[in-house]
């Protein structure tokens, strides 16, 4: 756990979040300022600050985050698909730097990505 972030306080409950999903490895919550109808952030429970920091050593958390995407799309009923979104560092505008992937969804989403 890294001191301030933000997701590492949500994931340990000092923050509110409407959870979604949980496991020993993966925390998921509804974003606080929804993009698409559904709008859901799977992060890992240990502190990753981006994609960039992501290596041998903690690359099981994120295959565990796309092991469970899919149940938590299909519970949100994303049966037409959805979009799963990372931004990595200012250029992307990662406002947050704990590594989470944005599940987008429940609607006809646009096509542009940038
Ligand atoms: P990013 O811009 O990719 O770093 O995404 C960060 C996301 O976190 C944004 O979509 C925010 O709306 C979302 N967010 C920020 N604070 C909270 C919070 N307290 N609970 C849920 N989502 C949050």
Same mark, same amino acid.
């Given at each position: 756990?890294?001191?301030? =972030?933000?997701f590492? *306080? &949500?994931?340990a409950?000092? $923050?509110?979040s409407? *959870?979604?999903y949980?496991?020993?490895?993966?925390?998921?919550?509804r974003?606080?300022?929804?993009?698409?109808?559904?709008?859901?952030?799977?992060?890992?429970k240990?502190? $990753?600050a981006?994609a960039?920091?992501v290596?041998?050593?903690?690359?099981?958390?994120v295959a565990r985050i796309?092991?469970v &995407?899919p149940? &938590?799309a299909a519970?949100?009923?994303?049966t037409g698909?959805?979009?799963?979104i990372?931004? =990595?560092?200012?250029d992307?505008?990662?406002?947050?730097?704990?590594l989470h992937?944005? &599940?987008?969804?429940g *609607?006809m989403?646009a096509?542009e990505?940038?």
């Open positions: 756990m890294a001191n301030d =972030c933000l590492c *306080k &949500i994931i409950g000092d $923050i509110p409407t *959870k979604v949980e496991d020993d490895m993966v925390y998921a919550f974003d606080i300022a929804p993009m698409a109808p559904t709008h859901v952030l799977v992060v890992p240990v502190h $990753i981006s960039d920091e290596s041998a050593e903690n690359s099981a958390y796309f092991e &995407i149940n &938590i519970a949100d009923g994303l698909g959805y979009r799963v990372t931004n =990595c560092g200012a992307a505008c990662q406002s947050v730097k704990h992937f944005h &599940i987008l969804g *609607k989403l096509l990505m940038a």
